[in-house]
């Protein structure tokens, strides 16, 4: 991408009021709206920092909440539409969904192929036709999202997110709902940080403690999920920062949610293990093994399932149709890899395990590996972390029954060793071992366990840190690796400039009334490859780059047989009317709201932050009003820092040591 270089200062907005061709201005809600939240953006600029994230924690997990009930509702209708209705089959639930023991057999054994291909080629077709982002688990999206621009999750990929995934999951895929609720909690925390102008750093914040939010109110598990905004941002680090304001909005969006679903834990309270055999930790140390190994094992065959699909020559939306079919025609075989599958995890806590043929118990690990990369790698929408308890699960109850009978010291009960597979699987693969420790402790009721499974899921860490792969490849290794950290270690002086002295006038603002056209030309004529534009009141709206198509169903290509009636078999008499021309496409429909900017208080160093999350190589700088005063390319940051580096040199009495770098002017 280009830079807005050489600019002239001229920041009025380019006016097409004289015109006759162009539409009416924005609606005046927008302005209205814009108005109303200009107050509050500038009061969250200044507040402090208890206030600040006091307030956005509160809104944040008030969405957790009510987004994971908006799920789980939808989930349930589209489990009981598709597998129930029309596939005659009902999955087993978990004592915190009501304990139902589901169906012993299929009533209708050829419809189940049929009902979960048919699922995901609806899931397929909405996903592709309408945001294309919302495909996959989400989860990946949401931390590349909060590394490289946490103000760049369209809210509708949210809203197609929550559909596509209870159809998906519904129908029979394999996939876990953590994903779509986390993405939903962490688009509104993008779309706060888009409306209230939040700062850079404040931006990845919200995003990431509605990852954590709405993770742990769907699981019930607070702790866990403020623990995981934290932890799973990085393969090897913790970024403390996020720990308080998610805090904050797990536990206000978990209690909106278990007032309304119940405050029961999923896998209800599983309190009658104690840690006194000190031998036991063998054992314990074997799931860990065995958790570290198939946790690598189901990374690598997740992505490669999905690099599979993607050399499949059939329309994208076709591949999960695909992948499902493969999933239905499994679940003839093996039940449990339909659905979140945590019924079956239900199943394996309590000596029930027994009447599970040994086969299965043994089989479903690698099996809803498979079935999870034909689900979600296909393209299917859902989460992956629930797929990883259950794998875990079914890794240490397959050491249970492998065990019982011959070793005294294994116990009578498979639980332990089910919820210790919990954690170690997912918690290694995942790079979140604290977290997700913690999240199965509050799912089962249970912190007896812990001394035993800290141990195990430290075997299984150091196993995966081996190996270096983790499940979430968005996951960069600390936060030196990002380049804001190091942009900021590398010239500190950053935090010293004011952006408004860096920043030089715009060359060129569009109106947000402005035809598209009449748009294109301007920036044509200016010379320049994209523009800030802003809305009647002179409000800043979005970014408008002419190499991109429009962002809006009005300026979609359609094909012109629909509006040519010479291209329909009638006779050369017959009398066709044309159909009307579409109204033309503003430039504020089409402007990008996602594009980072930064005010014109912050310092130099939230610019580079900005900066570094946007792939224009250039950031818009707003006044408190949302007013376009100015852009800042690279090139400018990097004039004004040497500037202020030459100021502090001579205040030292030392100009004469300043070298000009090579090839410099």
Not at 405 to 425: K, L, Q, R, S, T
Request: glycine share 12%.
């Amino acid at each position: 991408m280009g830079t807005l270089r050489g600019l002239t200062p001229s920041a009025q907005p380019a006016s097409s009021s004289s015109n006759p061709d162009v539409p009416p201005a924005l609606p005046a809600v927008r302005t209205t709206s814009r108005r109303i939240v200009a107050p509050l953006s500038r009061w969250i600029a200044s507040a402090s920092y208890l206030r600040r994230w006091l307030v956005l924690g509160a809104v944040i997990g008030i969405v957790a909440g009510s987004g994971a009930i908006v799920f789980y509702e939808a989930l349930l209708g589209a489990t009981h539409l598709f597998l129930g209705v029309i596939g005659g089959y009902h999955p087993p639930t978990p004592v915190g969904e009501g304990g139902n023991g589901g169906s012993a057999t299929f009533a209708r054994p050829w419809a189940i192929p049929l009902v979960v291909a048919g699922g995901a080629l609806i899931s397929g077709i909405l996903v592709f036709a309408v945001a294309p982002e919302a495909e996959g688990h989400g989860t990946d999206a949401a931390i590349s999202a909060v590394h490289n621009n946490p103000r760049g999750i369209r809210f509708r990929a949210v809203i197609v997110k929550i559909v596509a995934s209870a159809i998906t999951i519904g129908s029979g895929g394999s996939g876990g709902r953590e994903g779509p609720t986390g993405q939903i909690s962490a688009g509104f925390g993008s779309l706060l940080a888009r409306v209230l102008d939040l700062s850079p750093s404040d931006a990845r914040v919200a995003v990431a403690s509605g990852i954590g939010s709405g993770i742990g109110s769907i699981f019930g598990a607070p702790l866990g999920g403020a623990v995981l905004s934290a932890e799973i941002l990085y393969r090897d680090d913790f970024d403390v920062s996020v720990l308080m304001p998610a805090m904050i909005s797990s536990i206000i969006g978990y209690t909106l949610f278990a007032a309304v679903e119940g405050f029961t834990p999923i896998f209800g309270y599983i309190s009658n293990y104690h840690f006194d055999h000190p031998l036991q930790l063998l054992w314990f140390a074997l799931i860990g093994i065995a958790g570290g190994l198939i946790g690598v094992l189901y990374a690598k065959c997740f992505y490669a399932m999905t690099a599979l699909f993607q050399q499949i020559r059939v329309p994208r939306a076709i591949r999960p149709a695909i992948g499902g079919l493969i999933v239905g025609l499994m679940a003839l075989e093996i039940p449990a890899v339909l659905g979140t599958g945590y019924g079956w995890v239900q199943r394996g806590l309590s000596e029930h395990l027994l009447s599970v043929p040994l086969w299965i118990v043994l089989c479903l690990p690698f099996a809803r590996i498979i079935a999870t990369g034909c689900s979600i790698g296909s393209g299917g929408s859902g989460g992956i972390f629930g797929p990883g308890m259950v794998i875990g699960a079914y890794i240490g109850a397959s050491l249970w029954r492998l065990l019982e009978g011959f070793a005294p010291d294994v116990g009578h009960d498979p639980a332990p060793y089910v919820i210790v597979g919990m954690m170690c699987c997912f918690g290694s693969i995942a790079r979140a071992p604290l977290a997700v420790l913690l999240m199965v402790a509050e799912m089962t009721g249970n912190l007896a366990i812990l001394p035993p499974a800290m141990f195990a899921v430290g075997i299984a860490s150091l196993i995966v840190a081996r190996t270096d792969d983790t499940i979430y490849r968005s996951q960069p290794r600390s936060r030196e690796d990002s380049e804001a950290a190091q942009l900021a270690s590398d010239m500190p002086l950053l935090s010293t400039v004011p952006t408004r002295l860096t920043a030089p006038a715009p060359r060129l603002v569009i109106s947000g009334s402005t035809t598209l056209d009449r748009a294109f030309e301007q920036i044509a004529a200016a010379h320049v490859p994209e523009a800030p534009v802003v809305d009647d009141d002179g409000s800043y709206v979005g970014e408008l780059d002419a190499r991109t198509e429009a962002d809006d169903p009005s300026a979609l290509d359609v094909p012109a047989a629909l509006h040519d009636p010479a291209a329909f078999d009638d006779p050369p008499d017959a009398r066709v009317a044309p159909a009307p021309a579409p109204a033309p496409v503003v430039a504020a429909r089409a402007a990008d709201p996602t594009a980072p900017t930064v005010r014109a208080s912050a310092y130099v160093d939230a610019a580079f932050e900005a900066l570094a999350g946007s792939v224009r190589g250039w950031i818009t700088v707003l006044d408190d009003d949302r007013r376009v005063v100015g852009t800042l390319a690279v090139s400018d940051l990097v004039r004004a820092y040497r500037k202020e580096l030459l100021a502090g040199l001579h205040d030292l009495g030392e100009p004469e040591r300043v070298t000009r770098p090579r090839g410099t002017p």
